[in-house]
């Protein structure tokens, strides 16, 4: 592959794809959590572009020195991927159910909920690496940080659209995006597998 202007064309499309995932998860977030302050949609949005930008990178690593072992691990991603949204889903879930009382807490995304959001919608972005393979280091050191820029803008703007509408649904916000969470898991699930 060469350095032209199909190379950054591409990437910038595979930062998209890989990206909506994260996106969803975000629009589910800013649906969570309404009041959340910008820092912290920074720091949402910037953990999941270090993942987009991590998982790629660590699978073209791998295939310059252990492919055989990642290529076993592979048929995990799916499952992986679906138990992690799951949980964080129906945990989200249960907290709008149990949000219906008037005295009850606003919820919040919590460090852990985002480490294993973060992990679940980037995981799947592992076998990127296979096909950015045959770029070199440098090239795929910029393919992954135009994911990661890519993915960071498209996360704060699923936080900005969650955040407007979880503020005129707030007593349904938790429970749609703890359902759009299982959504994602399903599909990735259900794409992976069969």
Same mark, same amino acid.
């Given at each position: 592959?060469?350095?032209?202007?199909?190379?950054?064309?591409?990437?910038?499309?595979?930062?998209?794809?890989?990206?909506?995932?994260?996106?969803?998860?975000?629009?589910?977030?800013?649906?969570?959590?309404?009041?959340?302050?910008?820092?912290?949609?920074?720091?949402?949005?910037?953990?999941?572009?270090?993942?987009?930008?991590?998982?790629?990178?660590?699978?073209?690593?791998?295939?310059?020195?252990?492919?055989?072992? !990642?290529? +076993?691990?592979?048929? %995990? =991603?799916?499952?992986? $991927?679906?138990? @992690?949204?799951?949980?964080?889903? /129906?945990?989200?879930?249960?907290?709008?159910?149990?949000?219906?009382?008037?005295?009850?807490?606003?919820?919040?995304?919590?460090?852990?909920?985002?480490?294993?959001?973060?992990?679940?919608?980037?995981?799947?972005?592992?076998?990127?690496?296979?096909?950015?393979?045959?770029?070199?280091?440098?090239?795929?050191?910029?393919?992954?940080? !135009?994911? +990661?820029?890519?993915? %960071? =803008?498209?996360?704060? $703007?699923?936080? @900005?659209?969650?955040?407007?509408? /979880?503020?005129?649904?707030?007593?349904?916000?938790?429970?749609?995006?703890?359902?759009?969470?299982?959504?994602?898991?399903?599909?990735?699930?259900?794409?992976?597998?069969?």
């Amino acid at each position: 592959m060469k350095w032209n202007l199909l190379f950054f064309f591409n990437s910038i499309l595979l930062g998209i794809g890989l990206a909506m995932d994260a996106f969803s998860v975000s629009l589910a977030n800013g649906l969570h959590e309404p009041q959340m302050k910008r820092r912290k949609m920074w720091g949402i949005a910037g953990t999941f572009a270090l993942f987009q930008a991590i998982m790629p990178m660590t699978g073209w690593i791998c295939v310059h020195t252990i492919v055989r072992y !990642i290529q +076993a691990f592979e048929q %995990f =991603v799916p499952w992986i $991927a679906f138990a @992690l949204l799951l949980f964080i889903g /129906g945990k989200m879930l249960l907290e709008g159910i149990r949000n219906h009382e008037p005295d009850a807490p606003a919820a919040r995304v919590g460090l852990l909920s985002l480490f294993i959001q973060a992990v679940a919608t980037s995981i799947d972005a592992l076998s990127v690496g296979f096909t950015i393979a045959d770029y070199n280091f440098y090239m795929a050191g910029v393919c992954v940080l !135009i994911i +990661a820029l890519v993915t %960071f =803008v498209l996360c704060m $703007a699923g936080l @900005l659209i969650g955040k407007k509408f /979880g503020t005129r649904f707030s007593d349904k916000a938790a429970i749609l995006g703890g359902s759009i969470l299982i959504v994602i898991g399903l599909e990735i699930f259900i794409a992976g597998v069969f």
